[in-house]
């Protein structure tokens, strides 16, 4: 009987925790997890819209997305601190020790010997994880599953773009006047000229010449900060070159349809990214295996 009663008691306490996840607030999993936000399901408009300019073949058709599930994602990128626990707790060593690194006048290519912790320029501990491949990523998001006994895991492309509009439409979620790109994202602007002498720019300044410390800048309307800007991020799904079929119900779409897994899809534009890439339906295309300065990964995780 004490048995039975401590049974219902746990479901009780459990569809309580459940209740509480309600769209908007946040919540950590261990004190030095990653702080999530639980997101509103519904239907959104995705993909370009057709008065957008500079399109790319890979940025998907316009389309209308149904989020029936509940989930959350990761209110920043996941930063070098949290990392570094990662690779501390597993002694997990990248097979790539080399990164992809920018210079004054050009992009430098593969740089042997920068990596995570030692990217090619000088980071603070807040700011996002950068060098690491879509391969260390999920290293990752696996050892924090194990960890939480959660299914955290990479967001699949079509969350990470249904996040980042928070329910608007257009290049950006804050309007389409690119001056205010500097309040919301760090982007390749006055400040980034300082450094940097080739790519358009916006016409703002976000005074950070490259990464900033997660968080430094306004969030979206959903509370989540640098979904546009500060680091390219890694999604789940493998690369695809024709994008009729993309999927409209949120999965990560993988080897199906043509699918190349030997690569995947960054979301999401970075601190050397100008008006050309830097907008909501921007996605890259990278090996898995590939490490840039540009490039991190935040996490997600199915509720319900």
Known sequence: MRAHILVVCLILAGSAIAAEQKPGESFKDCETCPDMVVLPMGKAMLGAEPWDQDMKASWGPLREVNIAYSFAVAKHEITRAQYREFVKATKYASPTTSCNTWGFSRILGQTEGYTWDNPGQPQRKEAPVVCVSWQDATAFVKWLAKKTGKPYRLLASTEFEYATRAGTRGPWFWGADGTKACEYANVADDTYRRLYSYGPVFACNDNWERLAPVGSLKANPWGLHDMLGNAWEWSEDCFHAEMSKVPTDGRAWMAEDGGDCTAHTPRG????????????????????????????????????
């Open 269 to 304: 534009g970075a601190w050397a990214s100008g008006t050309d890439w830097l907008k909501a339906i921007s996605q890259s295309r990278d090996p898995a295996v590939y490490h840039s300065q540009l490039l991190g990964f935040r996490v997600g995780l199915t509720l319900k």
